[in-house]
Protein backbone atom coordinates (compact mmCIF):
# COMPACT_ATOMS: atom_id res chain seq x y z
CA UNK A 1 0.00 0.00 0.00
CA UNK A 2 2.95 2.26 0.66
CA UNK A 3 4.99 1.49 -1.99
CA UNK A 4 1.43 2.51 -4.32
CA UNK A 5 1.12 5.31 -3.20
CA UNK A 6 5.02 6.34 -3.42
CA UNK A 7 4.82 5.33 -7.02
CA UNK A 8 1.75 7.41 -7.70
CA UNK A 9 3.71 10.17 -5.46
CA UNK A 10 5.88 10.06 -7.92
CA UNK A 11 4.81 9.86 -11.00
CA UNK A 12 2.31 12.72 -10.14
CA UNK A 13 5.66 14.93 -9.37
CA UNK A 14 7.18 14.55 -12.66
CA UNK A 15 4.42 16.99 -13.81
CA UNK A 16 6.76 19.95 -13.98
CA UNK A 17 4.57 22.36 -12.39
CA UNK A 18 4.73 20.43 -9.17
CA UNK A 19 8.40 21.13 -8.57
CA UNK A 20 8.19 24.23 -7.13
CA UNK A 21 5.62 23.23 -4.43
CA UNK A 22 7.09 22.41 -0.99
CA UNK A 23 8.23 18.67 -0.10
CA UNK A 24 6.51 18.15 3.22
CA UNK A 25 3.01 20.39 2.03
CA UNK A 26 3.37 18.55 -1.01
CA UNK A 27 3.73 15.07 -0.22
CA UNK A 28 0.30 15.75 2.58
CA UNK A 29 -1.33 17.71 0.45
CA UNK A 30 -1.00 13.85 -2.24
CA UNK A 31 -2.35 12.56 0.13
CA UNK A 32 -5.15 14.27 1.56
CA UNK A 33 -6.00 13.91 -2.16
CA UNK A 34 -5.64 10.57 -3.00
CA UNK A 35 -7.78 9.79 -0.06
CA UNK A 36 -10.72 12.10 -1.46
CA UNK A 37 -9.90 10.52 -4.81
CA UNK A 38 -10.12 6.93 -3.09
CA UNK A 39 -13.86 8.02 -1.76
CA UNK A 40 -15.22 9.51 -5.02
CA UNK A 41 -14.23 6.15 -6.51
CA UNK A 42 -15.48 3.99 -4.09
CA UNK A 43 -19.02 5.98 -3.87
CA UNK A 44 -21.20 7.05 -6.36
CA UNK A 45 -22.58 9.25 -3.91
CA UNK A 46 -19.61 11.49 -2.77
CA UNK A 47 -18.21 14.21 -4.90
CA UNK A 48 -14.13 14.69 -3.88
CA UNK A 49 -14.83 18.80 -4.28
CA UNK A 50 -17.92 18.41 -1.81
CA UNK A 51 -15.77 16.17 0.71
CA UNK A 52 -13.24 18.96 0.78
CA UNK A 53 -15.71 21.65 1.08
CA UNK A 54 -17.16 19.68 4.29
CA UNK A 55 -13.53 19.45 5.72
CA UNK A 56 -12.64 22.85 5.58
CA UNK A 57 -15.82 23.96 7.16
CA UNK A 58 -14.92 21.60 9.82
CA UNK A 59 -11.57 22.67 9.88
CA UNK A 60 -13.35 26.17 10.57
CA UNK A 61 -15.43 25.11 13.29
CA UNK A 62 -12.40 23.33 14.64
CA UNK A 63 -10.71 26.67 14.52
CA UNK A 64 -13.07 28.85 15.58
CA UNK A 65 -14.31 27.25 18.67
CA UNK A 66 -10.70 26.01 19.71
CA UNK A 67 -11.69 22.30 19.72
CA UNK A 68 -9.95 18.98 17.72
CA UNK A 69 -13.23 17.04 18.93
CA UNK A 70 -17.03 17.82 17.67
CA UNK A 71 -19.77 15.81 18.14
CA UNK A 72 -21.67 13.76 15.76
CA UNK A 73 -24.40 16.59 16.21
CA UNK A 74 -22.07 19.32 15.35
CA UNK A 75 -20.61 17.14 12.18
CA UNK A 76 -24.59 17.35 10.77
CA UNK A 77 -25.06 21.07 11.28
CA UNK A 78 -21.93 22.08 9.55
CA UNK A 79 -22.95 19.73 6.79
CA UNK A 80 -26.54 20.93 7.02
CA UNK A 81 -25.18 24.71 6.88
CA UNK A 82 -22.74 23.68 3.93
CA UNK A 83 -25.71 22.01 1.89
CA UNK A 84 -27.73 25.20 2.33
CA UNK A 85 -24.72 27.27 1.57
CA UNK A 86 -24.61 25.82 -1.78
CA UNK A 87 -27.65 23.87 -2.59
CA UNK A 88 -26.91 21.02 -2.55
CA UNK A 89 -27.68 17.66 -0.60
CA UNK A 90 -24.43 16.20 0.70
CA UNK A 91 -25.76 12.68 2.93
CA UNK A 92 -23.91 13.48 5.96
CA UNK A 93 -23.82 9.94 6.71
CA UNK A 94 -22.49 8.85 3.42
CA UNK A 95 -19.54 10.90 3.87
CA UNK A 96 -18.62 10.38 7.32
CA UNK A 97 -18.36 6.99 6.77
CA UNK A 98 -16.51 7.35 3.52
CA UNK A 99 -14.24 9.33 5.39
CA UNK A 100 -13.61 7.04 8.16
CA UNK A 101 -13.03 4.65 5.65
CA UNK A 102 -10.25 6.22 4.64
CA UNK A 103 -9.15 7.61 7.84
CA UNK A 104 -9.47 11.30 6.91
CA UNK A 105 -12.11 11.42 9.82
CA UNK A 106 -12.33 9.07 13.05
CA UNK A 107 -15.57 8.64 14.90
CA UNK A 108 -16.48 6.93 18.21
CA UNK A 109 -18.82 7.48 21.08
CA UNK A 110 -20.60 10.49 18.94
CA UNK A 111 -17.68 12.15 18.56
CA UNK A 112 -16.00 12.95 15.18
CA UNK A 113 -11.94 14.55 15.15
CA UNK A 114 -9.60 14.12 12.03
CA UNK A 115 -8.22 10.89 11.45
CA UNK A 116 -4.65 12.58 11.78
CA UNK A 117 -3.19 15.92 13.05
CA UNK A 118 -1.75 16.40 9.52
CA UNK A 119 -5.02 16.32 8.49
CA UNK A 120 -6.54 18.65 10.61
CA UNK A 121 -3.58 21.30 10.21
CA UNK A 122 -4.19 20.98 6.39
CA UNK A 123 -7.47 21.76 6.45
CA UNK A 124 -6.93 24.12 9.22
CA UNK A 125 -4.64 25.86 6.69
CA UNK A 126 -6.97 25.67 3.81
CA UNK A 127 -9.53 27.52 5.44
CA UNK A 128 -6.94 30.36 6.31
CA UNK A 129 -5.38 30.65 2.92
CA UNK A 130 -9.61 30.87 1.60
CA UNK A 131 -10.35 33.40 3.81
CA UNK A 132 -7.24 35.53 3.64
CA UNK A 133 -9.01 38.66 3.43
CA UNK A 134 -11.16 38.40 6.23
CA UNK A 135 -9.83 40.20 9.03
CA UNK A 136 -10.60 37.35 11.72
CA UNK A 137 -8.01 34.94 9.38
CA UNK A 138 -5.63 37.45 9.56
CA UNK A 139 -5.43 38.12 13.23
CA UNK A 140 -5.30 34.50 13.54
CA UNK A 141 -2.54 33.86 11.66
CA UNK A 142 -0.45 36.65 12.83
CA UNK A 143 -1.50 34.84 16.78
CA UNK A 144 -0.11 31.57 14.87
CA UNK A 145 3.04 33.19 13.27
CA UNK A 146 3.88 34.31 16.60
CA UNK A 147 3.77 30.77 18.05
CA UNK A 148 5.86 29.03 15.53
CA UNK A 149 7.74 27.01 18.40
CA UNK A 150 4.04 24.96 18.73
CA UNK A 151 3.85 22.19 16.77
CA UNK A 152 -0.03 22.57 15.42
CA UNK A 153 0.76 26.19 14.70
CA UNK A 154 4.08 25.73 12.97
CA UNK A 155 2.74 22.99 10.76
CA UNK A 156 -0.49 24.92 10.16
CA UNK A 157 1.73 27.85 9.02
CA UNK A 158 3.84 25.82 6.79
CA UNK A 159 0.66 24.18 4.79
CA UNK A 160 -0.67 27.86 4.79
CA UNK A 161 3.33 28.74 3.02
CA UNK A 162 2.13 25.98 0.32
CA UNK A 163 -1.35 26.88 -0.29
CA UNK A 164 -0.81 30.14 -0.14
CA UNK A 165 1.84 32.43 -1.66
CA UNK A 166 -0.09 35.66 -0.16
CA UNK A 167 2.35 38.34 1.01
CA UNK A 168 0.85 38.56 4.45
CA UNK A 169 1.60 35.14 5.44
CA UNK A 170 5.31 35.46 4.25
CA UNK A 171 5.67 38.69 6.15
CA UNK A 172 3.68 37.77 9.32
CA UNK A 173 6.27 34.81 9.45
CA UNK A 174 9.43 36.55 8.61
CA UNK A 175 8.71 39.45 11.05
CA UNK A 176 7.93 36.96 14.24
CA UNK A 177 10.95 35.25 12.98
CA UNK A 178 13.02 38.33 13.36
CA UNK A 179 11.73 38.91 16.68
CA UNK A 180 13.03 35.76 18.01
CA UNK A 181 16.55 35.18 16.03
CA UNK A 182 17.21 39.17 17.09
CA UNK A 183 19.62 37.72 19.68
Not at 72 to 87: A, C, G, P, R
Request: with cysteine.
Amino acid sequence: SYILIILQQLEYSMDSSNQERSNYGYLYEFLVNKSILDMDHNSKYVYKDIAFGILTNIAEYMLENSTKIISLETYHDIVKKYNLTYQIEAHAETYIDEYVKVELLNQKEQQVEFGYPYIHYYFTAKYLANNINKEWSRNKIAEMSKQLYDEECGDIMIFLCHLSKDDYIISSVLENARNVLSD
